[in-house]
Every structure is written in structure tokens, then in C-alpha cells.
């Protein structure tokens, strides 16, 4: 059954002959499902298995900081690879094998040596497998059915987090922590059986990277890598996702630290809903904003995304009821929806004729990943001095800056069918043009 290709009645120009098979859509609900769940097994899981197996904290510290800053060099390589690539379910195989493989080598040997390579070599494949199934998504709908695909995967990326870490937990304490990763090992197979499932065919390489006049014979030649760092909407929205990054990273380690001193035996109860509510909200919320990016424009959107952190973090600084804390949290999985649907999202249309959609993509994951690394060092040294209180504070003061910049700086990006029929029509028209 094909795919709905139009918009308002009038069939998009990037639509064309695009009817990808159930089997396809089915293998990549699937895929998004058991590679979330794959990842969950990381992060937190890692610091818990090493401190039973009495590592200090130093060590830990130093082996965690290694897998992030190996998911930050793979960035812009992964989006190198990704548009050079015509098989993408290839890499995305490679990658989750990888995934699938280290976590077996920790549960496994839990020394020095063999946990930072595992990390490291988990850490690359962050270049890769993100940015891949957006790429993915968009070779097999196209451009115009872009914002609700991306809706359906975040709905099953989330369900996967939810089921999995559930399931991860309960494995931890029925079992052992080295069982969390035999299991996230063991979700590779389902993983790999599902990408069989996605036909080559229906991936066309053109669309999956931008490729500009993709539906010609010989398509016109990508835009040179050059032509990234001169479109002023990417480098704004990049500096955009920066600042949200810096200042939301910092939100869930400030308020478990406060939990933690004044939450009592039932801090790790609170700490656990924190997390799981949010899924919950993207589960249920994320097609919704797919389909009102395609409505309403991405530029409303984005600005209510950037919006709700500002007013998290400053009812973050009022409240310690951890009831309320649970309901305020609620509020992270708006962002989280908007943004999980809106970056790709933007990043397509803000390349689309370019040919370097997943280089973009590399590169915005890359700006917005040193936000995140560098904001629980630097809010945690303003807790430990002024507080809590004022750590927040200063998290909503830096999303704010976000809002302003967007709201200052970033046009709406949504192409109108006329817009887009007329450039896609004129494939000698410069690659470089940012859409207005």
C-alpha cells in the first residue's frame, strides 16, 4: 500500500512513485523498537555493574567519559559514511553487531581493558545509528512524509526504552547486573532479523541523502562540504540545539542529587519515575507532533520545545515535593517528542537538494553532544556553590537564550509544494540555497 504522498491535495514533486512495502515500515518500527532498547542497556546499567565489581569512581568516571567522547568524534565520519553509502542497512548492521558485542564483553570481562574498548567502540556507533535510520526514513517515505515516519519512530524508540529498561531492572535484581548485558546483547538478534525485513529497494540513495533532481537519470552533483558551514539557518539551529543541550543535560543529575539528600529511602523510586515518564509522554505524543510539523510548520513547534525547558527548570528551582517533581517531569517529554521529530526534521529541509543531509546531520549531533558534555560539569560546580536553587536557575536562563535565538533567527523551514515543485524543477539552481 503506498505511503500518502501529498499535502493539502496537491501531490509533493518528491513523492513520486514512492509506495514502500509494509514489510519495509513494519522492519523499521521493529528496528527503532530493539535498538533503543539495545542502548538503554548503557549509561547508567554501565556505572552500576562496575561499582559492584568495586571499581572507583574515578575509573568509572574516566571510562564513561571515553564512550562520550568517542559518540562525539564519530559524528561528522558517521555522516560522511552515511551520504557515501548505498548500503545503509549494511552499516547499520556492522554498527548494532558492535552494540550488541561490547555488551557482551562487558558482562562478560568486566576489567579495565576490555570495558573502555567495548565503550569506545560503542561509543562510534552513535555516528552511525541515529543518523542512519533518519536516513533510512527518509529514502524510503521521502521528504514530504518525513515528519509523521520520524513521529513513528520516536513512539517505538520510546516504547522500546520503556519495555527494555523494565525488563533490564528486573533481570538486574532477579539475576545479576552482568544479565542487563547479556540482554542487551541478546536484543541484536530481533534487531538484525528486523533490518532483513526492510527491502533494499525501497531505500532509494537519492532521497536518503538529499541528493538534489534525485528523480533524474543522472542526478545533478552534491553541493560541496564547504556549503554546511554558509547556510546560516543550519549553523543557527545548531547553536540552538547547543544551548538546549547545555542546559537540559544538567536538569535530571541536579535533581537526583537533590533527591538523593533529601528524598530518603524512596529517592531511587522517584529517580526511576523521572525517567520513565518522559517515555512515556514521547510515546503517545510523538506521531501527534509529526503530524503538526506537517500542518502547522516546525518553527511553532521548536519554539514550544525550547519553551517548555525554560519553564521546567524554574519549577524545578521551586519544587522539592517529589509528587510534583514527577508531575513537572512530565514537561521533558514535550520537549523530547518535539525535538526527537523536529531535528532531523529541520536538518532535511534545511539540506534538501544538497546531497548532505547525513553530514548535517553529523555535524548538529556533534555541536549539540559538547552542550550535553560540557553542562554537568559546569552546573554542578554552580550548585556546589550557590545551590541547587540557583543551578536551575541558570538552566532556565540558558534556555531561554535558545528561545530567543530561535524565535529571533530561525526562519520556518517547512517548504510549501509550491516552493518545492519550482526547485526541484530548476536542478541548475544553486545546491547551497537555504530553504526560506
Known sequence: MPIANTISGVRAPDAMDISPSITSLTGLDAINFFLAGMQAGFGPFVAVLLADARWNQQSIGFVLSANALAGLLSQLPGGELLDASRSKRLLVALAASTVGLSALAIALWPSFPVVIIALILQGMTG???????????????????????????????????????????????????????????????????????????????????????????????????????????????????????????????????QLAYHGGTNASIVISALIIVPQIVVALAAPWVGRQAQILGRRPLLLIGFSVLTMRALLFALITDPFWLICVQLLDGISASVLGVLTALIIADLTERSGRFNLAQGFVGMI??????????????????????????????????????????????????RERQVRLGKPNRANTETPR
Request: with cysteine.
Open 368 to 417: 549539540a553532544g559538547i552542550g550535553a558534555s560540557l553542562s554537568t560539569t559546569f552546573f554542578s560546580y554552580v550548585a556546589a556553590d550557590f545551590g541547587n536553587a540557583v543551578g536551575f536557575v541558570g538552566v532556565a536562563g540558558v534556555a531561554l537564550s535558545a528561545v530567543v535565538t530561535a524565535w529571533l533567527w530561525i526562519p520556518e523551514t517547512k517548504p510549501s509544494n
Open 127 to 257: 555516528g552511525v545509528l541515529g543518523p542512519a535510520i533518519a536516513s533510512i526514513s527518509l529514502g524510503i517515505v521521502g521528504h514530504a512524509a518525513l515528519a509523521e515516519r520520524l513521529g513513528r519512530n520516536q513512539r517505538f524508540a520510546s516504547a522500546g526504552v520503556l519495555i527494555t529498561t523494565g525488563l533490564m531492572g528486573a533481570v538486574g535484581y532477579f539475576a545479576s547486573y552482568q544479565a542487563i548485558f547479556l540482554t542487551a546483547a541478546a536484543l541484536a538478534i530481533p534487531l538484525l532479523a528486523a533490518l532483513v525485513h526492510i527491502r533494499s529497494a525501497d531505500i532509494h540513495f537519492g532521497r536518503s541523502c538529499g541528493q538534489p533532481n534525485h528523480h533524474a537519470p543522472t542526478p545533478a552533483a552534491r553541493a560541496r562540504r564547504s556549503s554546511l558551514w554558509t547556510n546560516y539557518s543550519l549553523l543557527t539551529f545548531a547553536a540552538c540545539l547547543f544551548l538546549f543541550q547545555f542546559a537540559n543535560a544538567s536538569v535530571l543529575p541536579l535533581a537526583s542529587e
